[in-house]
């Protein structure tokens, strides 16, 4: 039984199209992140929500929005598609506790190609 | 403005040696370090950590070390086998975890 879960796992579309990826956890976690992985294989934080509310917003353009529906879902819906956007985009989960130490629960990624 | 860095992108060693895999920060505000590992077409999994309290700790085969004088830690892998062959991720914490451009490891039956 997956514990982070995304999907679809590869999104191939034109410029200008419209998508989205979904994500659910069934950990019982309060803080759901969105991370992307680049061409240069750079990891780098996108969004966190915790508790269906935004936490963490990195600079990413208002094409990216993200919808919380519940704690234990995140969708990652992308405007208006660039050639840029290509990539591998990551969902994880983290508990919320004091003293939290960085250990997320990823899931196993969504590959975007934009053509 | 990358606060963790992984210099090497590859390392290759003999199976049953020892892996060393290197880190290096910026920022003396982070509060824990955590090493992840990532095979193909999966997402990363998380390894060992280490607070910034610590020089050490150790887990199995995995022993990692933090020199914050120097801001720079190490993941060691001892013996090292062929299902190590991984991207190996270096990450720290201050509010949001940040990692490392990462370092594929090849182990060499």
């Known amino acids: 039984d997956t514990a982070v879960s995304q999907t679809p796992k590869y999104l191939v579309t034109q410029m200008g199209n419209d998508k989205s990826i979904k994500c659910e956890q069934n950990?019982?976690?309060?803080?759901m992140y969105w991370y992307k992985q680049d061409s240069k294989k750079f990891l780098k934080i996108m969004f966190s929500y915790n508790n269906k509310e935004l936490i963490i917003n990195e600079t990413v353009p208002n094409r990216f929005s993200p919808k919380s529906p519940d704690k234990a879902h995140l969708n990652l819906h992308i405007n208006s598609l660039e050639l840029g956007d290509s990539a591998v985009y990551f969902c994880a989960s983290s508990p919320t506790d004091r003293g939290w130490t960085g250990e997320l629960f990823f899931g196993e990624g969504s590959r975007l190609t934009v053509l | 403005d990358q606060q963790v860095k992984q210099n090497s992108p590859s390392l290759s060693v003999q199976e049953g040696r020892i892996s060393i895999l290197n880190c290096d920060y910026t920022?003396?505000?982070?509060?824990?370090f955590l090493w992840y590992k990532k095979y193909p077409a999966e997402g990363p999994t998380f390894l060992i950590s280490?607070?910034?309290?610590?020089d050490k700790n150790e887990d199995g085969r995995f022993t990692v070390f933090l020199n914050k004088s120097a801001k720079h830690l190490s993941l060691h892998i001892v013996p090292s086998q062929p299902g190590d062959s991984a991207v190996y991720f270096c990450a720290a914490t201050d509010e949001k975890l940040t990692f490392g451009t990462g370092t594929r490891l090849t182990i060499i039956p």
């Open positions: 280490i607070s910034s309290i610590k």
């Open positions: 920022n003396s505000m982070f509060d824990y």
């Open positions: 950990l019982g976690h309060d803080t």
